[in-house]
């Protein structure tokens, strides 16, 4: 998941480089190459090129506007909820920081660890900082 337009760039990059290298493959004809290994290396290409473009779509996506209902189906997806609600509202790292009153790092660092270190106290500043809202309850079950 890209968190931040370092990230963007990066990934950006990389998309270019694996559709330049997608065409060479193309190109180039592989010839000394068993067919099979020409086929298994082009769909390893266009399926690395298929999920860098996914995530600069979403970025692209979250960061411009267009996405702004960002789902919640578990706990576990909780930190890439935070992290796509940050982008959606337009705040990098270092202004969601300022919201809170912390250093840039430890919002970076909370990200990059999928908020594993943050308290819940912390997590509810950070959803009250969002602006982020449920649309409906959430409804837990206990386990018969």
Same mark, same amino acid.
Do not use: C, W
């Given at each position: ?23 060479? *493959?193309?190109? =180039?004809?592989?010839?000394? &190459?068993?067919?099979? /290994?020409?086929? $298994?290396?082009?769909? !390893?290409?266009?399926? +690395? ?20 209902? *960002?789902?919640? =189906?578990?706990?576990?997806? &909780?930190?890439?909820? /935070?992290?796509? $609600?940050?982008?959606? !509202?337009?705040?990098? +790292? ?32 950070i959803v009250r900082a969002l602006g982020v809202k449920l649309d409906h309850p959430a409804?837990?079950?206990v386990a018969s």
């Amino acid at each position: 998941m890209i968190k931040n337009e370092r990230q963007y760039r990066i990934t950006k990059a990389q998309a270019e480089r694996f559709a330049q290298a997608l065409s060479a *493959v193309a190109a =180039d004809g592989r010839q000394h &190459l068993h067919p099979a /290994l020409r086929k $298994a290396e082009v769909e !390893a290409l266009r399926s +690395q090129l298929a999920d860098l473009k996914k995530e600069l779509a979403e970025y692209d996506a979250l960061s411009s506007g267009r996405r702004r209902v *960002v789902p919640l =189906d578990s706990i576990e997806a &909780l930190p890439k909820t /935070l992290i796509q $609600a940050r982008i959606a !509202a337009g705040l990098t +790292q270092e202004e969601l920081a300022q919201k809170l009153g912390l250093r840039p790092q430890q919002i970076q660092r909370y990200e990059a660890t999928s908020y594993q270190s943050a308290s819940l106290e912390r997590i509810n500043q950070i959803v009250r900082a969002l602006g982020v809202k449920l649309d409906h309850p959430a409804k837990l079950r206990v386990a018969s």
